[in-house]
Each structure stands twice: as structure tokens, then as C-alpha cells.
């Protein structure tokens, strides 16, 4: 790849969430398409795994904007009757359980509300006014007004939780369907249990169909329809592995996704008062694996796992590709010895630093090929790269290159997968997902070193000699940071702080301090940086974040921290003032150097700001066809 650009420094402040890449690259997501909703006459919008939300033309399929409503994927996005606002459901799983309200035509989030549990239903009322929200958890079902996120004073406590609800149009009552076999009544004025039905048990995938008439719902091998005035089964049609599509609330029209894995069909039904009937199927084979669909019209939207989107029309059952992504995602960057090395799919690409300042910049440079190893992660150090993740075999691997040739000089098998490399003086350590600790000679691969410690998450090399851990969730230590001399074998707590659990740890190499980020469990749900200066002995609190955060990233420059705690971006620390670095894109890496601060995003790109003032200076993008793309601080783009 050759490059001939010159790119100007002069600032320009990045756009609201509606900002979308240079022309000639289609940003669609980078996991699988999790949601497709409709959300007026002429948009419809896909949610993925990668917590972004992309709104597509209903027309052509050309994508109109997208935003990252989420650092976590998105399983439920529910509409407003109004096609002004949408509810998207956020959670990690463990501890984070949410969702917010967005609107969808700015990319402006309007509130966010916390929840006791994962959400598994989440839907506007038909006036639009209230939002309801079920868990399987003991507190099942709440309400909310949809337009100030208020909590409604009514909270269905169920032993085996609610896995579906919907309010009733008049907004009086809401009815809440249990997998234990339950379909009950609520008044949501008085909190008044009104009535209970009897249904059939262990339903996924519910919703109301046509005119709130029927409760569909779907097990491993069937569709069921619910009379909901009676809870008596209606149908039940026997269908392997079903996905049922989004459909509008009166639609009689019900597409499915049926099928094995390999064979799989789009089988359109008809709702009648007796039941399914289906119509015809649409061979799927061939077009991956659908994970996503929603009926307009005619028209049905399937998402796929590998964020891939398709077109079918039921008048004439063609089936068309939606345009696809030619982004080819950076996973990492490393920027050392005056050059910025980012890390592709395929391989890993230099540029200078002073790429994206120079009039006259130098040539972008692939100077490594990965080889076999799948979703790697790099390491510069002593003049090497050290590639780690899964071989294609299932292995964990470490890899190690030259920087200068780009040739491999070693390789190390793994009994399992390393969660971080850390290098210094002619060593580097690898902690595992076991929560042993070993340390090579850099040189030749030799092992000069090993620790267990039950469950660790975080390591790095002080020098030749020591190395630092940290605290984890599993494992026994008393302190969240623990120096480790590896002559002697001996340990010793740094600070005595037991609510501090410690995942991730850095080192700048200017200052010689180190910074860490951890959660604090005193304080449920708060990531904090932490500063450790070998010099003076003790751990320094320089920000928190009201949320736990496991992927942030964080790094020093010498006088001030960038770290990517909270959901605004990148966020500058120097004592003295926080500044905030907002893009459409949340970081995952970041580096500085000199002037300027370089963020890679969740999407694969890389966006480069003037450290001071936060302004945008470019933004790269990496294409899978060798080219790449540079937006430059006045929105001019060039191809190279």
C-alpha cells in the first residue's frame, strides 16, 4: 500500500453519532446483527453484538446514519408507536443491567435506567407513553414513563420471573407471561393482580400478534399461538430451531426462519382464528446463518451472525444482499520508536507517527503476515512483535517477529489462552486465562520463571527481575497489588486493599509508573484508574467512572492519562481539568505521542486527535481490498 496525502492539522470537532465513514466504506457491524425493527415508512434500523445501531434507507438499503448505543450488545430494541425514539436493552450479563432511550434520527441517547436484572422484554406501550420492562428475575416487571424514565410506583414480583410483557392500549393494565406455564393480569393504577390464565410452558421469543389477539412464542422445535383472552393453546406447528420475524402489531402475516443450520428456508404463514397456515418457503441455504428478521410489506429483513444483511421480497421471492462491509477491522495499535503499528485481520501495517502532520508523509507499510492465528492481540517490545491469541486448531499460541524483517523468530504453544504480554529487559511475560504467570527470555522463547495464582486477570514487567499482579474476583490475594521478585520467589502487598479488584495494569515507560484500573466493590458497579509510583511506594485514585467498565483502556504520556472509562469517549486527566474526546465510535486502545492522541475504535478504525483541545485532526479506515481511507480535520478524503 503506497500513500501520498497530505493532511492538515486545522481542527474540526467530531460530528454527533450520525457521523459516518468517508464515502466508499460501509460501516455495517462487526458481529452479528442481533435486532431489526422498523421504525417509520422509510427506515428500518439493525442492532448488533458490537452495541452499534445502524439505520438503512427501507427503499434501497443504503445506510443513513448509525451510532453506539452500547459497549455491549444489544439483544432487544423496541420502537415508539410515534417512530420518534427507540429502547434498546444494555448488559454485560454479570453485573450491568439497563436500558436507555434513544432518539434514533440524531444518535442522541435521552436517559438511561438501571434494572435488577438482565432484560429479557422490553416495549413501548401502544399510546406510546409507558415503557415496560420484564426479567426473570424475583422482580420481574416494571414500568416506566417513556418520556422522563420515571418508575411507576408497580413492580410484579414473580417467583420465576416474567419473560415477556405488554401493556394494554388503554395503559391501564399489563399482561406478563411466565415460562413457568402463567399469563397474568396487572392494573398498573392500583398494582392489583386481576387475573390468571393457565399457558403452556417454557415459550421464548413472545410477542403479541395480530391486534394483541394471539401470544406467539417458540421452543426448539414449534411455534405455539396463545388465545391471550383465555390461555388456550390455539396452534402449535411443528418447525426446527424457529426465528420468528418483527412483525407489525396487526400484521396477519408472519414470516419464519426455519430449518437446520445448512438448510434453512424462510417460511411465510398466515394468522388465522384457527391457527398457522403456511403459504410458501424461500430457500435460505447458502446466505449464513440468520439471527434477526422484520416484515414490512412485502419485504423481509433478515441480520445475520456475521453482520451481513439481506433483502427478501415475497411477491417474487428474490433474495438481494444489502451493501456490505469493506472495512477491514484494525484490532490493535502499539506506537513505538516513532512509528504507529496497527494490527489487521491479516496482518500488521506501519505508518510514522507524524503520518496524519506531515505534508508529505511516508509510505504505509505491511511489514508482518499473521499467519494462522484467529482475533490476535500484539506487543511491541525489544524489537519485536509478539502476536497472541488461538490458532485455527484451537491452541493458544504466542508468536514472535521481527520488527525490522517482519519474519517470524519463534512460536510458543500454550495450555491456555493468554489474556496479556507484557515486555521488559529481554523478558516478557504471558499471563493465561488459568492465572499462571510465565516469563521468557525474549531472545529464544526460554522459560525463566512461572507463578499460579488462582484466577489472576492482570500482570506486567517491572524489569528483568520483578514483575506486578493484581487482585481478581477469583482469586485469594489480600492486596490489589502485588510485587512479585522473580530471584527469590517472594512476594509482597504493595498497598492492603481488599475492595479493589484489578484487571488491568500499564506501564509508562517516561515516568516509570505504573497505572491500574480496577473495580471497586465497596462501590457497586465504579471502575477506578489508580496511579502506582515505584518512587514514593503507593497507589494514587486519579479517576473513577460510575460504571464497570473491564474493557477500558488507559495510558500516560508523562503529564497527563487518557483513559476510556465511562461512554464519552476518551477522557484526558492532568490534574487540573477532564476534557472529553466525543466520536460516534467508543475507543478500545489508545496511544500518544507528541500532540496527538490516537483512539482505535470499536469498528476498526482509527481516529487521531490533538491532545490539547480534543479536536479531530483524521481518521483512518483500513479496507479489505489492500486500499485504505484517510478523512482528514476538514472533511476532505483520500484513498491510497
Known amino acids: 500500500m503506497i500513500v501520498s496525502l497530505a493532511l492538515g492539522a486545522s481542527a474540526l470537532s467530531a460530528d454527533d453519532a450520525r457521523v459516518l465513514p468517508p464515502e466508499g466504506i460501509v460501516p455495517v457491524h462487526t458481529g452479528a446483527v442481533t435486532a431489526v425493527r422498523i421504525v417509520d415508512a422509510d427506515h428500518y434500523l439493525t442492532a448488533g453484538n458490537d452495541g452499534y445501531i445502524i439505520v438503512r434507507n427501507l427503499a434501497d438499503g443504503s445506510i443513513e446514519s448509525r451510532f453506539q448505543a452500547s459497549r455491549f450488545p444489544i439483544p432487544i430494541v423496541s420502537v415508539s408507536p410515534d417512530s420518534e425514539r427507540i429502547a434498546v436493552v444494555e448488559s454485560d450479563g454479570v453485573k450491568i443491567f439497563r436500558f436507555s432511550v434513544w432518539d434514533w434520527k440524531t444518535g442522541k441517547r435521552i436517559y438511561t435506567r438501571d434494572l435488577s436484572d438482565a432484560p429479557v422484554s422490553l416495549a413501548f406501550s401502544p399510546k406510546g407513553n409507558l415503557i415496560a420492562a420484564a426479567t426473570e428475575s424475583v422482580e420481574s416487571l416494571s414500568c416506566f414513563l417513556a418520556a422522563t424514565g420515571n418508575r411507576l410506583p408497580f413492580t410484579v414480583s414473580a417467583t420465576n420471573g416474567v419473560s415477556f410483557a405488554a401493556i394494554s392500549g388503554s395503559e391501564k393494565n399489563v399482561v406478563a407471561y411466565s415460562k413457568s406455564g402463567s399469563l397474568a393480569y396487572w392494573n398498573l393504577e392500583n398494582g392489583m393482580n386481576i387475573l390468571n390464565l393457565k399457558a403452556p410452558s417454557n415459550l421464548s421469543d413472545s410477542r403479541l400478534l395480530l391486534n394483541n389477539r394471539f401470544l406467539e412464542g417458540t421452543s426448539q422445535d414449534s411455534v405455539t399461538l396463545v388465545d391471550v383472552a383465555t390461555g388456550r393453546v390455539v396452534d402449535t406447528k411443528a418447525v426446527v430451531s424457529p426465528l420468528v420475524a418483527d412483525v407489525p402489531f396487526d400484521s396477519s402475516v408472519l414470516p419464519l426462519v426455519a430449518g437446520p443450520i445448512d438448510d434453512r428456508s424462510l417460511m411465510v404463514c398466515t394468522i388465522t382464528a384457527t391457527g398457522l397456515v403456511e403459504n410458501f418457503r424461500i430457500p435460505l441455504k447458502g446466505l449464513g446463518i440468520c439471527t434477526a428478521a422484520a416484515l414490512e410489506g412485502s419485504t423481509v429483513i433478515l441480520g445475520n451472525d456475521d453482520g451481513t444483511a439481506y433483502r427478501v421480497s415475497l411477491d417474487d421471492r428474490s433474495i438481494s444482499p444489502l451493501p456490505s462491509s469493506n472495512i477491514l477491522k484494525a484490532r490493535d ?13 491479516d496482518s500488521i501495517v506501519s505508518l510514522d507517527s507524524d503520518f496524519f502532520t506531515n505534508p508529505e508523509p511516508k509510505p504505509v507499510r ?28 484451537g491452541r493458544a499460541q504466542v508468536k514472535v517477529f521481527d520488527a525490522k524483517t517482519g519474519s517470524p523468530s519463534y512460536g510458543l504453544n500454550l495450555q491456555s489462552p493468554p489474556l496479556a504480554i507484557s515486555v521488559a529487559d529481554g523478558r516478557f511475560l504471558i499471563l493465561d486465562s488459568s492465572g499462571t504467570i510465565k516469563v521468557y527470555d525474549s531472545a529464544n522463547g526460554t522459560e525463566v520463571f512461572s507463578y499460579t495464582g488462582a484466577g489472576l486477570q492482570s500482570a506486567v514487567l517491572v524489569d528483568a527481575s520483578t514483575a506486578l499482579i493484581g487482585k481478581s474476583r477469583s482469586g485469594l490475594l489480600r492486596s490489589s497489588l502485588l510485587k512479585i521478585d522473580m530471584k527469590t520467589g517472594e512476594t509482597a502487598p504493595i498497598v492492603d486493599d481488599t475492595n479493589l479488584i484489578t484487571f488491568k495494569i500499564v506501564r509508562d515507560r517516561e515516568t516509570g509508573n505504573f497505572l491500574t484500573l480496577g473495580i471497586d466493590e465497596k462501590s457497586p458497579g465504579t471502575t477506578v484508574a489508580k496511579r502506582y509510583s515505584p518512587a514514593y511506594g503507593f497507589l494514587q485514585v486519579i479517576y473513577s467512572s460510575p460504571d464497570e467498565n473491564v474493557g477500558a483502556a488507559i495510558v500516560e504520556d508523562g503529564s497527563a492519562v487518557y483513559t476510556t472509562l465511562g461512554n464519552e469517549g476518551a477522557v484526558r486527566i492532568d490534574g487540573k481539568e477532564t476534557k472529553f474526546f466525543p466520536d460516534s465510535r467508543l475507543p478500545t486502545r489508545l496511544a500518544v505521542s507528541g500532540k496527538l492522541l490516537y483512539a482505535l475504535t470499536t469498528d476498526g478504525s482509527l481516529t487521531v486527535f490533538d491532545e490539547k483541545d480534543g479536536s ?17 480535520s476538514s472533511g476532505v478524503t483520500e484513498r491510497f
Open 333 to 345: 495499535l502499539a506506537l513505538e520508536d516513532g512509528s504507529l503499528f496497527l494490527l489487521t485481520g
Open 616 to 632: 479531530t485532526v483524521a481518521t483512518l479506515y483500513l479496507a479489505n481490498d489492500g486500499t485504505a481511507v484517510c478523512e482528514d
Open 366 to 393: 505491511k511489514i508482518v503476515e499473521l499467519g494462522e492465528i484467529e482475533s490476535p492481540r500484539m506487543v511491541y517490545g525489544d524489537g519485536s512483535f509478539f502476536l497472541y491469541g488461538t490458532a485455527k486448531d
